[in-house]
């Protein structure tokens, strides 16, 4: 494991240690004493000549965003496997469901960091538009439940006929 890898979540590396972990300091020395690498982030480009063939990569890949790294990885010839792309029994993606969970309640976060900034009246106009979008918004669902309930009501009619 690198050094200090965790160490932004509050996990130092003698409690790696405890349970049996190496610390290594450098990328360097991990890529050349392991044959499994486990990672959070894509590979950077920092870390493409790491990689030879008997590595075996656990990562988020992200390759349809980035041909460059996608033909990097290739030449490599390691075999990488993408935490995006691993299914569930029910064809679910379990790895990928958190991070669909994260980002959703972020964009949250980051809007409403917009909104509050100290923008003087282009706060309220955003405020605005808004409240304009979202009372047209509840117009359109409530036209479309209106023509659905319609046509519930016509089918009703035309069973009751049968």
Known sequence: MEKNAAAG??????????VGAVILSTPEDIFNHSDLIIKVKEPQP??????????????YLHLAADKALT???????????AYETITG?????????PMSE??????????ANYLQKNNGEKVFYWVELLEFYLE??????????????LKLQLAWVQISQL
């Open 46 to 59: 920092s870390e493409i000549a790491l990689f030879k063939p008997h590595h075996i990569v656990y990562t």
């Open 136 to 149: 047209k918004l509840l117009l359109l669902v409530q036209e479309c439940l209106d023509r659905a309930l």
């Open 89 to 97: 029994k029910n064809n679910s993606l379990p790895l990928l469901k």
């Open 102 to 111: 994260i980002a959703g309640k972020v964009a949250v976060q980051i809007g």
């Open 9 to 18: 979540i509050g996990i130092n590396d003698q409690q790696y240690e405890e």
């Open 71 to 81: 033909e990097a990885l290739i030449k490599t010839e390691a075999t990488f496997i």
